[in-house]
């Protein structure tokens, strides 16, 4: 498997610059910076006679769009012999102004601040054919060219002067750069860079064309010159700059168009699903807008027909996010078996009877697979753990797993984790659920807390009262100790609520690294200034052991979503907290109900010898099909199997969790089996 750096890496040729892009049809912007004799003096300050004829920049959009979102950002070019001088003007019309932090050097974290970010890079003239990055299963990880620099250096700055300069995204000791930010003043604030050439091994009068990008973060939000994709396996976007001789006058943008405001139209849709493995026939109605009262009617061939209010529950976007259109489904069950092909017809009336949305459809037949509703595996479901785990065992308020104990508090959340031989419990108390209301944080009273078996898992429950509200806290532990926590906070008058939190206090013996988000690129030491930024999975620990957190459904309602997720590093200690509400309103109804999951790691001990010394890992491309368990490569893998045995080592085949369309099972059952497009 290849892979270089956060964003992957390399395609292009230097000869005549001929730049390649991965997404073809986006534009790679140009621009041109004009030469100077009085190079600006870099304080902070912008002055506009030291920055006259520079080259100018306004194409600042956010990540994946060619269009303004409000929020402009502007940069300034030039350049002497020896420099490259840069001077960026973030405008922020919320009046807050930017938040950033000191950092050092090696800092992983620079756009979790507000951060100004330039990136120049050359191709090697040596390499005439350039790979791609081809193992699936992951976003950008298939058939996606490497970026157009071989060579290409980042210099960020955030809004407290804090410097780092990278090479190929691997942070450099020396920054080997100047520069300067303002204060926040008039809705703006300003940075400005000297970049020497010499630092990043370029020469204005040889390289007269170079790659180049320019970020802002802001976080949630990164905005940047050329930013149709970032991050993964995507590899680095990036622009070209040309280096005018003196005299010439530089390239100016105009600001980008701004995004237009959808409003949501009225509209009702309908759909039929067919999922002949699940037995099911569904009539799927999704509305933007308000309808009042609706109907569906669902006509199957052999079947009465279904007629039900339709009750609409929200949707959420590959991200977890709600979206504004609502869903309802109503289903027709189908007898087990091979399916005859039928015609479907779904329809969706209003209160008056008229009809809203109407779709036909021919189901088609189906035979049902040999291993379908066979007994495989499910022993697993609550009667066999798999090796090594054993049955959790309870003891008070303790349940003790093959590792470790995870010892609950009184609110059914875990305390502690102590993993056998370790010196850390991961949780330095218990979390605590914060409820203010009005200003005034309320106090709940625990009842007491039932831990019983529940199958192969162990529940913990538990109901609290404050007021006139009303706690209710499950926690179901598994074998391995991924625990599903789930709680709803009930009474009238919800909208009240301020702020909802859940306050997870670390043992700071394990806040030592952070990984937000799936892709371990993102992956880098806690230096001090925390972490801040929307709802995402993350995991924290240190180099034996940590925890990790994250959901499903997503359950924050929080507007503020720069601190949904956010990681506190002070002199009180360390702490995941969840802002789970950020204002009145957000929580709306009589009951609310929010479930996450925590898993600390690792799940079991540690081998007595490394995995990746005596196994040989065989990726996707084993199968004839993306994720596919391909009986017919048998044969093949029993020879590696052998081959392997002779050497004392053991085969790992890769198999991804996503399963190619065109693969044999995927045909007939898409609908069954088919992921959500990312």
């Keep these: 498997m290849e892979m270089t750096g956060k964003y992957g890496i390399c395609c292009c040729l230097l000869g005549g610059l001929l730049l390649g892009c991965v997404l073809g049809a986006a534009e790679i912007p140009q621009a041109a910076v004009p030469f100077t004799e009085k190079p600006p003096k870099i304080d902070g300050v912008l002055d506009e006679r030291e920055w006259k004829a520079s080259c100018v920049l306004k194409q600042i959009t956010p990540l994946g769009s060619r269009k303004g979102d409000g929020i402009a950002t502007e940069f300034y070019l030039k350049y002497d012999r020896d420099h490259l001088y840069v001077a960026a003007v973030c405008s922020d019309p919320s009046g807050g102004g930017p938040e950033a932090y000191p950092r050092p050097w090696n800092d992983a974290f620079f756009d979790n601040d507000d951060t100004v970010q330039v990136v120049l890079g050359v191709a090697d003239p040596e390499i005439a054919v350039r790979g791609k990055v081809n193992v699936g299963g992951y976003e950008g990880a298939l058939d996606n060219e490497f970026t157009a620099a071989d060579f290409y250096y980042t210099y960020s700055v955030n809004a407290v002067n804090a410097q780092q300069r990278q090479f190929n995204e691997a942070p450099q000791e020396k920054p080997l750069f100047r520069s300067a930010v303002s204060p926040f003043s008039d809705g703006r604030w300003v940075v400005e860079m000297a970049i020497p050439f010499s630092g990043c091994g370029l020469d204005p009068a040889v390289n007269r064309k170079v790659?180049?990008?320019?970020?802002?973060?802001?976080?949630?939000?990164?905005?940047?010159?050329?930013?149709?994709?970032?991050?993964?396996?995507?590899?680095?976007?990036?622009?070209?700059?040309?280096?005018?001789?003196?005299?010439?006058?530089?390239?100016?943008?105009?600001?980008?168009?701004?995004?237009?405001?959808?409003?949501?139209?009225?509209?009702?849709?309908?759909?039929?699903?067919?999922?002949?493995?699940?037995?099911?026939?569904?009539?799927?109605?999704?509305?933007?807008?308000?309808?009042?009262?609706?109907?569906?009617?669902?006509?199957?061939?052999?079947?009465?027909?279904?007629?039900?209010?339709?009750?609409?529950?929200?949707?959420?976007?590959?991200?977890?996010?709600?979206?504004?259109?609502?869903?309802?489904?109503?289903?027709?069950?189908?007898?087990?078996?091979?399916?005859?092909?039928?015609?479907?017809?779904?329809?969706?009336?209003?209160?008056?009877?008229?009809?809203?949305?109407?779709?036909?459809?021919?189901?088609?037949?189906?035979?049902?697979?040999?291993?379908?509703?066979?007994?495989?595996?499910?022993?697993?479901?609550?009667?066999?753990?798999?090796?090594?785990?054993?049955?959790?065992?309870?003891?008070?308020?303790?349940?003790?797993?093959?590792?470790?104990?995870?010892?609950?508090?009184?609110?059914?959340?875990?305390?502690?984790?102590?993993?056998?031989?370790?010196?850390?419990?991961?949780?330095?108390?218990?979390?605590?659920?914060?409820?203010?209301?009005?200003?005034?944080?309320?106090?709940?009273?625990?009842?007491?807390?039932?831990?019983?078996?529940?199958?192969?898992?162990?529940?913990?429950?538990?109901?609290?009262?404050?007021?006139?509200?009303?706690?209710?806290?499950?926690?179901?532990?598994?074998?391995?100790?991924?625990?599903?926590?789930?709680?709803?906070?009930?009474?009238?008058?919800?909208?009240?609520?301020?702020?909802?939190?859940?306050?997870?206090?670390?043992?700071?013996?394990?806040v030592k690294f952070l990984l937000p988000g799936a892709s371990v690129q993102r992956a880098g030491e806690l230096t001090g200034a925390g972490y801040r930024n929307r709802a995402a999975n993350l995991w924290i620990g240190n180099q034996e052991e940590g925890l990790a957190f994250s959901f499903d459904r997503n359950p924050f309602r929080s507007e503020d979503l720069r601190r949904q997720v956010e990681v506190v590093q002070n002199e009180d200690g360390d702490f995941l907290k969840l802002n789970l509400a950020d204002g009145a309103g957000q929580l709306r109804e009589d009951e609310e109900i929010f479930r996450f999951f925590l898993q600390p790691t690792p799940t079991k001990p540690y081998p007595a010898r490394p995995v990746r010394g005596w196994v040989t890992w065989q990726w996707e491309g084993w199968s004839r099909w993306h994720g596919y368990p391909d009986l017919s490569k048998i044969g093949e893998v029993r020879k590696q199997v052998r081959d392997l045995a002779a050497k004392g080592k053991k085969l790992t085949l890769y198999c991804c969790q996503g399963l190619q369309e065109d693969a044999p099972p995927m045909r007939q059952f898409r609908e069954n089996l088919a992921l959500q497009p990312a």
């Design 211 to 510: 790659f180049a990008n320019f970020f802002r973060h802001r976080a949630p939000v990164m905005y940047g010159w050329h930013l149709p994709a970032f991050g993964g396996y995507n590899p680095m976007p990036l622009g070209e700059i040309s280096f005018l001789p003196p005299g010439r006058a530089g390239s100016r943008e105009n600001a980008p168009a701004a995004a237009e405001k959808q409003a949501i139209r009225k509209a009702c849709r309908a759909f039929i699903g067919y999922g002949p493995l699940d037995g099911g026939i569904l009539g799927v109605a999704e509305i933007d807008g308000e309808f009042g009262e609706l109907t569906g009617v669902l006509e199957v061939d052999g079947f009465p027909a279904i007629r039900e209010k339709l009750e609409f529950n929200g949707m959420f976007d590959h991200d977890s996010n709600p979206l504004a259109t609502r869903q309802a489904i109503v289903k027709c069950e189908l007898p087990e078996g091979d399916q005859p092909e039928r015609r479907a017809k779904f329809s969706v009336r209003d209160a008056s009877g008229k009809v809203v949305a109407e779709i036909e459809r021919q189901c088609a037949a189906a035979k049902m697979p040999e291993w379908l509703n066979t007994d495989a595996g499910r022993e697993y479901v609550d009667e066999k753990i798999p090796r090594p785990w054993t049955k959790p065992r309870i003891a008070g308020n303790t349940v003790e797993l093959l590792d470790k104990r995870i010892i609950l508090g009184e609110n059914a959340f875990p305390g502690a984790v102590e993993r056998i031989g370790s010196e850390s419990r991961i949780l330095a108390a218990p979390p605590l659920i914060q409820v203010v209301a009005e200003g005034r944080e309320q106090v709940f009273t625990f009842g007491e807390l039932q831990v019983k078996p529940r199958g192969n898992q162990v529940a913990a429950e538990t109901v609290a009262t404050g007021g006139a509200w009303k706690l209710r806290i499950r926690n179901q532990i598994d074998f391995d100790g991924f625990m599903e926590i789930k709680f709803s906070l009930s009474g009238k008058e919800l909208k009240k609520v301020d702020r909802l939190s859940v306050l997870l206090p670390l043992d700071r013996k394990i």
